[in-house]
C-alpha cells in the first residue's frame, strides 16, 4: 500500500532525524502532513505533537543510556517551556491555515541560517557548575511559545541555545534537547486537544515507524562528524522554508 509505505518511510525519516541531530522531526512532520498526507495545518499541528513528543521521549531514553544527556539542563529548560507552551497554544486557532504555514516557513528560513553560520563553540565539559539559570528559563521560554503556536517540539531551536547559552558539547546538547522536545510537546499537545479530531492509526504507524528511525538516528549520531549534519540539515531547512512560502505567498497574491 503506497499509503502505509511513504507513512512509514516519513516516520523513520523523523524519527532519525530526531535521534541523529536532537531535532527536526516537528519542522518535516508538520509539511509532511499536511502537503503529503492531506491534513489540515492546525490538525497537522497537534498530530505532529503528539508524534514528535513520543518518539523524542524515547530517544532521550537511547540518549541516557549512551551518556549523552543532563537532567538538570532538560528539567529546568523544559518546565518553562511546558508552561509557555499550554498557555500559548490555543493562539494557532486565530490564525489562518495560511498564515499559520508562513510563520512556520520564516521560522525555519531564520534557523537554517542561524545552523548555516553558527561557529563551532569552545565548550564547557561542566557546563552546569556558572549556569546562568535566567538564560534556561528565557530559552525554555522563547521555545515554549514557538511549540504552543507552531507545534514544533523546539529541538532545532533548542540544540542551538544549549550550544550557545551553556556552552555544552553538541552530542550532550542533542540528548538533552530530547527531553525538552518530549516535555514541550505533552504541553502543546494537551492545549490543543480541544475541537481536534485525530487520526490515531495515522499516528500509531508514524511512531512505530519513528522508534526505529529514532533508535539509529542515535546510535549513528556518535560516529558522524556533528558540524557536517548540522549544515547539511540547514540545507534541508532552508528548502523547505523557500517551498512553503513561495506555496502559500502565491494564495495571499
Known amino acids: 500500500m503506497p499509503t502505509l509505505l511513504l507513512i512509514l518511510t516519513l516516520g523513520f525519516g523523523?524519527?532519525?532525524?530526531?535521534?541523529?541531530?536532537?531535532?527536526g522531526g516537528s519542522?518535516?512532520?508538520v509539511p509532511a502532513l499536511v502537503y503529503l498526507l492531506g491534513l489540515s495545518p492546525q490538525v497537522a499541528v497537534?498530530?505532529?505533537?503528539?508524534?514528535?513528543g513520543t518518539n523524542s521521549a524515547l530517544g532521550a531514553f537511547f540518549h541516557r543510556s549512551q551518556g549523552t544527556l543532563n537532567w538538570r539542563v532538560a528539567l529546568i529548560f523544559g518546565g518553562?517551556?511546558?508552561?509557555?507552551?499550554?498557555?500559548?497554544?490555543?493562539?494557532s486557532k486565530q490564525v489562518s491555515?495560511?498564515?499559520?504555514?508562513i510563520a512556520f516557513a520564516l521560522l525555519m528560513l531564520a534557523v537554517g541560517t542561524l545552523l548555516m553560520r553558527q561557529k563551532p563553540a569552545r565548550f564547557n565539559p561542566d557546563c552546569t557548575d556558572d549556569l546562568k539559570v535566567w538564560k534556561v528559563f528565557a530559552g525554555g521560554a522563547g521555545v515554549g511559545?514557538?511549540?504552543?503556536?507552531?507545534?514544533?517540539?523546539?529541538?532545532?531551536?533548542?540544540?542551538?541555545?544549549?550550544v550557545?547559552?551553556?556552552r555544552m558539547p553538541i552530542h550532550q546538547a542533542v540528548g538533552t534537547s530530547l527531553v525538552v522536545i518530549a516535555m514541550n510537546s505533552l504541553a502543546g499537545f494537551m492545549g490543543h486537544l480541544s475541537g481536534?479530531?485525530?487520526?490515531?492509526?495515522?499516528?500509531?504507524?508514524?511512531?512505530?515507524?519513528?522508534v526505529a528511525g529514532t533508535f539509529a538516528g542515535a546510535r549513528l549520531g556518535k560516529r558522524l562528524d556533528a558540524a557536517r549534519l548540522r549544515k547539511a540539515f540547514a540545507l534541508l531547512v532552508i528548502a523547505l522554508a523557500l517551498f512553503l512560502l513561495y506555496d502559500n505567498l502565491r494564495q495571499l497574491l
Do not use: C, E, H, K
Not at 196 to 210: E, N, Q, R, S
Open 14 to 23: 523523523i524519527g532519525g532525524s530526531l535521534g541523529l541531530l536532537g531535532g
Open 27 to 29: 519542522i518535516l512532520t
Open 46 to 52: 497537534t498530530t505532529s505533537l503528539a508524534i514528535v
Open 80 to 91: 518553562t517551556g511546558m508552561v509557555v507552551s499550554y498557555l500559548s497554544a490555543g493562539l
Open 97 to 101: 491555515p495560511t498564515a499559520l504555514m
Open 145 to 162: 511559545l514557538v511549540t504552543g503556536i507552531l507545534g514544533v517540539g523546539g529541538g532545532f531551536l533548542i540544540v542551538p541555545a544549549l
Open 164 to 166: 550557545m547559552l551553556v
Open 196 to 210: 481536534i479530531t485525530l487520526d490515531v492509526p495515522l499516528i500509531v504507524i508514524f511512531i512505530a515507524a519513528g
